[in-house]
């Protein structure tokens, strides 16, 4: 088995994990099968109980697990789907060393770091290898972090034992005082990474400018790495030409040569679609109450820009603060879009943007919190003024109530509903133009679902209820008198990819340029 392991040094969101996705797409252009494995060193875990503000988006794969963003951004760019055992934190390792200790599994032994804990990560990690060319780790953190030592022992061990090759992620700064690129903090990061037992083998320098050639070479000589596998990552257009940029320079040849193997590299169909000229912008708003830190919608954005692809459209995002909310600040957008959350933060500046969009004919796409609220406002429009979600309010008529099976919760963690399962789409609806078929799988987390009482009562004001689940949940409510009103219960932004956008984000953009087109037929601005 050969395996890449790829760590970062001197701070975070240099974009080891994009990084981590271009290279595996390289070699997967090249024939090779990738698993991709996303190491945490937080004690969490999982990531389902973080405040998106803290780590980022919660991603959703099919077996339900709640995991880091950036086994997100392996499934869009491999198109494969993962499994929870794709995630390695921190509190899994010790969880299940403690749990062997428990047991006795260690025969009365002292259950240290080494070997106990290094080797329940390399376990871990072996455990999904299997049947595959290449298994490429993200050493999440920054080396230097105390948390991060017992995985870079780990690696440095499972170095001596399988056939691995390190790249290291390091920034290279340009202060705008002097306007020269500095290297002494990638040197710093090298030295520590060393210090750790690992000798980089390739260097990727992220960097805002084009890696001048002569601090190409000093970073090649302080930092002890062959010229030609220093590599320069500056700043992209979007995320998706980063294999290509690491293309040009060769970086899967280089690779594949540092394990013996020659090969050539494509990506041609991937560089067409992305690169597929743009006939029209759509500016879109997202209504949400975490704008503050983009990572937090990270799924919906880049499920944005699959779509336009699609479209051949500029998606335009406009963060829209619910706190704050005016139709003002709605007036100016081809469409809205309500993703998903918590808490009742915010609730009614998003019921406010739903009900603008239902009202003023602005192409709605409402996800899963979205969705909820999108009930609670189309109650209100049939009558039931005091309409609201158990979530946000007790005191009024609840058209969103919790599940069941969260009722009498004594603990938070994986225990709403979570992870793929199917839905049934009736035919002759939006829904099932878009989809095309009767049923769907699509990712799920939420704790609260429609209220039966009331869908005669929806129906009968021109509501209709196009998914549901095996069992009656409703899963997919849309307006068809509307040009686009449509919501899921489920997360489709989480099953988006760069060649095979989500059919809901696809619909919403192409109801988005059609606004903007009859606009602009129009005369409006």
């Keep these: 088995m050969r395996y890449i392991i790829v760590t970062g040094g001197v701070l975070s969101g240099l974009g080891k994990g994009l990084t981590t996705a271009s290279i595996a797409k390289l070699l997967q252009s090249m024939g090779y099968s990738v698993n991709p494995i996303k190491v945490d060193p937080y004690v969490n875990i999982d990531a389902g109980t973080m405040s998106p503000i803290e780590h980022g988006e919660v991603f959703v794969l099919d077996d339900g697990g709640e995991v880091d963003q950036d086994l997100g951004n392996y499934e869009r760019f491999l198109d494969i789907s993962l499994t929870r055992a794709h995630n390695v934190t921190t509190g899994k390792v010790y969880q299940n060393v403690i749990h062997k200790e428990r047991k006795g599994d260690y025969l009365g032994k002292t259950v240290q770091i080494i070997p106990h804990i290094t080797n329940e990560i390399k376990d871990l990690i072996r455990a999904t290898a299997d049947g595959h060319d290449f298994v490429i780790i993200e ?151 975490y704008t503050k830190l983009h990572d937090s919608y990270v799924s919906v954005l880049e499920a944005l820009h699959h779509a336009g692809y699609e479209a051949g459209a500029e998606v335009c995002v406009h963060w829209v603060e619910s706190d704050f909310l005016t139709t003002e600040h709605l007036s100016r957008y081809d469409g809205i879009l309500v993703p998903g959350g918590f808490g009742p933060r915010g609730a009614e500046g998003k019921i406010q943007a739903i009900k603008y969009a239902r009202e003023q004919n602005v192409p709605f796409l409402g996800l899963c919190y979205g969705f909820q609220l999108a009930i609670v406002e189309f109650a209100r429009y049939c009558g039931i003024k005091n309409a609201v979600s158990s979530e946000f309010d007790e005191d009024g008529t609840a058209v969103i109530d919790f599940l069941e099976s969260q009722k009498h919760l004594e603990a938070m963690g994986a225990t709403m509903r979570l992870g793929s399962s199917k839905v049934l789409v009736k035919k002759g609806t939006k829904a099932y133009e878009l989809y095309g078929t009767c049923d769907i799988f699509e990712r799920h987390r939420h704790r609260l679902e429609v209220v039966h009482d009331f869908i005669t009562l929806y129906e009968g004001h021109g509501g209709v209820f196009s998914g549901s689940s095996p069992d009656g949940r409703m899963e997919i409510f849309e307006i068809p008198t509307h040009p686009y009103f449509l919501c899921t219960q489920f997360h489709p932004e989480f099953k988006s990819r760069v060649e095979r956008p989500a059919p809901t984000f696809k619909g919403f953009v192409q109801a988005c340029v059609k606004r903007k087109q009859g606009d602009a037929a129009n005369g409006a601005c």
């Design 139 to 289: 050493v999440g953190g920054t080396v230097g972090d105390i948390e991060s030592m017992p995985f870079l022992e780990a690696v440095r061990q499972l170095a001596n034992e399988e056939e691995v090759r390190f790249v290291h992620v390091v920034p290279i700064l340009q202060l705008s005082v002097v306007g020269e690129q500095k290297t002494k903090p990638a040197q710093h990061s090298v030295r520590e990474l060393m210090a750790a037992g690992i000798k980089p083998d390739v260097l990727v320098c992220r960097t805002a400018t084009p890696l001048q050639a002569e601090v190409k070479r000093k970073v090649a000589q302080f930092c002890n790495v062959r010229e030609d596998y220093v590599i320069e990552n500056r700043d992209a257009p979007d995320i998706y030409h980063i294999p290509l940029l690491l293309r040009d320079q060769q970086v899967g040849k280089k690779i594949l040569s540092l394990f013996g193997i020659d090969n050539v590299s494509a990506l041609t169909a991937w560089e067409q679609r992305i690169s597929a000229p743009k006939t029209v912008t759509v500016d879109i708003g997202l209504v949400g109450k």
